[in-house]
């Protein structure tokens, strides 16, 4: 079974060229002063010879948590920015690569930094500074978001896989997930870490979401994205255990301007990037930029949503909104008590026919947990008939004693599950009493000789009208 403990963004060099005429540029390595005297390295592409009127037009590209300008070097490549039409900058962000500073998690200094560069990108007579997009992936993706919410005009921007509200992606319902952070922080030396990110996950581990939630808002721009017109293209992964595909629906539902929408086979664990799909989403990535920044006659297909399925065959099936799912209800009776060490299983008869997942199950579950009990974490996962398990998402809420109903939403993904698959619900103290690869929610301390007794559960799954995958 893959684990799912959640790291950075994959972020390596990607081999993903565009085919295309070969084109003359040089090549720097500037490094920019922050506000605070922070030094960020970069990378400069300029075509070679003279500017056209105005200067040229722009992209800065920014990557994941853990990773580097060197892998976005290969994103532009890959998008057909480098080269005889475009300036294009990469950055080692704080705390990453050869930039000096500590890792904030996209706060304020990170904001500032953005700020930095693009006010230094534009100040350049050979950069058109009305003419500059963005291209973020992961923690890249909410550096543009967050720049954007403080001011920063971009022209154009196009995130992959990223959040828009940080809070429900790491601390849903009022649960941490704790196997997501440790993945996120784990990726980087501790000496880059700034120790406020580590008071931050401390306090999100013991329950004390005050400061975490405030940390999370801090971040956060989905308030912020409401009405916005600047033309966006969000690249959200069908199955991402960290960054679920809500973080760009709310976002796309949100804006304003020119907009499209894919739900790719990229993604953090259980997927990676690039995925299948990725050259042919950043190649209509490319036609955006060359559309928005560059005022060419691009014809994009009419319908703005793409969402790959998961037999990539070399195109999307179109939508022109995000499909609405209908929903599939399952019940389970039983009533079963646990320990610490216990787990509660259901699992459903064989499906009839095929399902494909679109948005966040719902888990409807009666407890009776004692005062040592402190949470109650749900997996669901799907047993084809040849054998394979799917874990298909997992989620989480903090339990409080005497006997109650908690209504447990689990991550937003979108999973194809084959005709005559079984559905089995786990429920203990972390995900781990599903599987002891799955790392999605650590097993943190309970309180004293913890119980719970689990009763009837309910299981809605939010499911395409017509399955598009196989």
Excluded: C
């Amino acid at each position: 079974m893959t684990r799912t403990l959640i790291g950075a963004a994959s972020t390596a060099l990607v081999f993903l060229v565009l085919a295309g005429p070969a084109s003359a540029f040089s090549k720097q390595d500037p490094v920019v002063t922050s506000f605070d005297g922070t030094k960020l390295a970069t990378t400069l592409h300029v075509p070679d010879g003279a500017a056209p009127a105005g200067g040229w037009p722009a992209v800065v590209l920014f990557h994941g948590l853990g990773g580097s300008r060197a892998g976005m070097s290969a994103i532009a490549t890959s998008l057909g920015l480098i080269g005889e039409q475009y300036v294009v900058l990469t950055v080692d962000a704080r705390g990453h690569g050869e930039s000096g500073g500590l890792f904030e998690g996209d706060g304020p200094n990170e904001v500032r930094d953005v700020k930095t560069l693009f006010s230094w990108l534009a100040a350049r007579p050979d950069v058109a500074d009305s003419r500059i997009g963005a291209w973020g992936i992961s923690l890249g993706g909410g550096a543009i978001y967050t720049s954007l919410a403080a001011g920063v005009p971009w022209a154009a921007i196009e995130v992959a896989e990223s959040w828009t509200d940080l809070r429900t992606a790491f601390l849903p319902q009022g649960l941490s997930k704790s196997g997501v952070i440790a993945g996120f922080i784990g990726s980087l030396p501790a000496e880059r870490v700034a120790p406020s990110v580590f008071a931050v996950r401390d306090a999100a581990y013991a329950g004390a979401l005050g400061s975490a939630n405030a940390f999370a808002a801090e971040r956060s721009t989905i308030t912020a994205l409401k009405g916005l017109k600047t033309p966006a293209f969000f690249m959200q992964g069908r199955r991402d255990f960290a960054f679920g595909m809500g973080q760009a629906l709310q976002a796309y539902n949100a804006v304003a301007g020119p907009k499209r929408l894919w739900l790719g086979l990229h993604g953090h664990a259980p997927s990676t990037f690039p995925g299948a799909d990725s050259a042919v989403m950043l190649a209509e990535g490319a036609k955006f930029f060359d559309l928005h920044l560059r005022g060419l006659p691009v014809t994009l297909d009419p319908l703005p949503v793409a969402v790959s399925p998961e037999n990539w065959s070399g195109t999307p099936v179109r939508f022109a909104a995000p499909p609405k799912p209908v929903s599939q209800t399952l019940r389970f009776a039983g009533s079963t008590t646990i320990d610490r060490s216990g787990k509660v299983q259901r699992t459903s008869a064989p499906t009839k026919r095929a399902l494909e997942i679109f948005g966040a199950p719902v888990v409807t579950v009666s407890a009776d947990a004692n005062a040592g009990w402190t949470r109650i974490v749900a997996v669901l996962t799907a047993k084809t008939p040849k054998g394979n398990e799917i874990v298909i998402a997992g989620g989480g809420v903090p339990t409080s004693p005497g006997a109650k109903k908690y209504r447990i939403y689990l991550s937003n993904q979108a999973t194809f599950i084959p005709a005559g698959s079984t559905v089995t619900l786990t429920i203990g103290t972390s995900s781990l009493a599903q599987n002891p690869g799955n790392l999605l929610y650590l097993d943190l301390p309970l309180g004293l000789n913890p119980k719970v007794t689990v009763g009837p559960i309910g299981l809605s799954l939010p499911t395409l009208a017509k399955p598009i995958s196989q």
